[in-house]
């Protein structure tokens, strides 16, 4: 087991706050937890919320090294786990048969099938590195069911089983976070190897402190105005509603334009950056005619 990162879910969240990342206490106590018991971290929770950020930002807090699988339909064994420098093991046999007719294959294939011809990928990486790593395992959920099973040893066991070479145990235990966005249902099996943790749109104060750490010299009554705005869009029926990165792309927006009060009008003109498809922006505009006293009055 390796030895404990954090002292107490206190030191994860004021760490996290240390590099930005505004954490509440749901998700301290799920890295602290996740830390002392050696189990991953399954985070859930509607895209461009935290979830990525989070384990980049742990990473950053230990001074760990990020490796990072990204998920997509298709993903095998050969880009996720290991694969055999196929080139270089035809080179070696092309050698050893050009210097002695009389070799066997047994004596090939023990040469051919070691370290020097693994091609390791990222979730065999994170396991033989001898320092400290945070593997990333990214949209888990784009993968096929199938392919789910290439995660679950090495997600119990911390170990990575290769025919020609046996079981490789993991040197360190390392910090593992799986993202979901919810596209489709997880394996129990799967899900009954990690810690949950849902991380969903932050509320309207939370934002607003997110907006204020992030964007540079923005004033609090702007930052307030944002969230407000980007909640009471939130609570419109989208096809997609704004993520936190969006709002903070939003936000730098309206300070690259001067604006100190958010209008209906300025709204309605920079709701593209918000919002990605015409029937949403469409929605809001509407919304924002309807509603622009509320504009005035958040402004004041």
Same mark, same amino acid.
């Given at each position: 087991?390796?030895?404990?990162?954090?002292? &107490?879910?206190?030191?994860?969240?004021?760490q996290l706050r240390? %590099?930005?990342? !505004? &954490?509440?206490?749901?998700?301290?106590?799920i890295i602290y /937890?996740?830390?002392?018991?050696?189990?991953? =971290?399954?985070?859930?929770?509607?895209?461009?919320?935290?979830?990525?950020?989070?384990?980049?930002?742990?990473?950053?807090?230990?001074?760990?090294?990020? +490796?990072? !699988?990204?998920?997509?339909?298709?993903?095998?064994?050969?880009?996720?786990?290991? *694969?055999?420098?196929?080139?270089?093991?035809?080179?070696?046999?092309?050698?050893?048969?050009?210097?002695?007719?009389?070799?066997?294959?047994?004596?090939?294939? *023990?040469?051919?099938?070691?370290?020097?011809?693994?091609?390791?990928?990222?979730?065999?990486?994170?396991?033989?590195?001898?320092?400290?790593?945070?593997?990333?395992?990214?949209?888990?959920?784009?993968?096929?069911?199938?392919?789910?099973?290439?995660?679950? *040893?090495?997600?119990?066991?911390?170990?990575?089983?290769?025919?020609? /070479?046996?079981?490789?145990?993991?040197?360190? =235990?390392?910090?593992?976070?799986?993202?979901?966005?919810?596209?489709?249902? /997880?394996?129990?099996?799967?899900?009954?190897?990690? !810690?949950?943790?849902?991380?969903?749109?932050?509320?309207?104060?939370?934002?607003? *402190? +997110?907006?204020?750490?992030?964007?540079?010299?923005?004033?609090?009554? !702007?930052?307030?105005?944002?969230?407000?705005?980007?909640?009471?869009?939130?609570?419109?029926?989208?096809?997609?509603?704004?993520?936190? &990165?969006?709002?903070?792309?939003?936000?730098?927006?309206?300070?690259?334009?001067?604006?100190?009060?958010?209008?209906?009008?300025?709204?309605?003109?920079? %709701?593209?950056?918000?919002?990605?498809?015409?029937?949403?922006?469409?929605?809001?505009?509407?919304e924002f005619a309807?509603? &622009?006293?509320?504009?005035?009055?958040?402004?004041?």
């Amino acid at each position: 087991m390796t030895d404990a990162r954090f002292s &107490s879910v206190d030191s994860v969240r004021d760490q996290l706050r240390e %590099v930005d990342y !505004l &954490s509440d206490e749901g998700i301290a106590g799920i890295i602290y /937890l996740a830390d002392r018991l050696g189990k991953p =971290i399954l985070v859930e929770g509607p895209a461009g919320t935290g979830k990525t950020q989070l384990a980049k930002s742990t990473a950053e807090i230990l001074g760990a090294r990020l +490796i990072r !699988l990204q998920c997509y339909e298709g993903l095998d064994e050969s880009k996720a786990l290991y *694969e055999w420098n196929y080139k270089k093991q035809l080179l070696r046999i092309q050698a050893t048969k050009a210097d002695s007719d009389d070799t066997g294959w047994a004596d090939v294939s *023990e040469d051919i099938f070691s370290d020097d011809f693994l091609l390791t990928r990222p979730l065999l990486e994170a396991i033989t590195a001898d320092e400290p790593v945070v593997l990333l395992i990214d949209e888990v959920d784009r993968v096929e069911v199938e392919t789910e099973a290439l995660l679950l *040893e090495i997600l119990s066991d911390y170990q990575v089983s290769i025919p020609e /070479l046996g079981t490789i145990t993991a040197k360190q =235990i390392p910090l593992v976070f799986l993202t979901s966005n919810n596209t489709r249902e /997880l394996s129990e099996a799967l899900k009954r190897r990690c !810690l949950y943790l849902h991380v969903d749109y932050p509320d309207m104060e939370r934002e607003k *402190e +997110i907006v204020l750490t992030k964007v540079p010299n923005i004033t609090e009554s !702007l930052a307030d105005q944002v969230a407000r705005i980007v909640r009471s869009i939130r609570q419109i029926e989208l096809k997609k509603a704004p993520s936190v &990165s969006e709002t903070l792309d939003w936000a730098n927006t309206l300070m690259l334009l001067g604006v100190e009060n958010v209008d209906a009008e300025t709204a309605a003109d920079t %709701v593209n950056i918000l919002l990605k498809y015409q029937s949403d922006i469409a929605k809001a505009r509407k919304e924002f005619a309807a509603d &622009s006293a509320a504009f005035e009055a958040a402004a004041t």
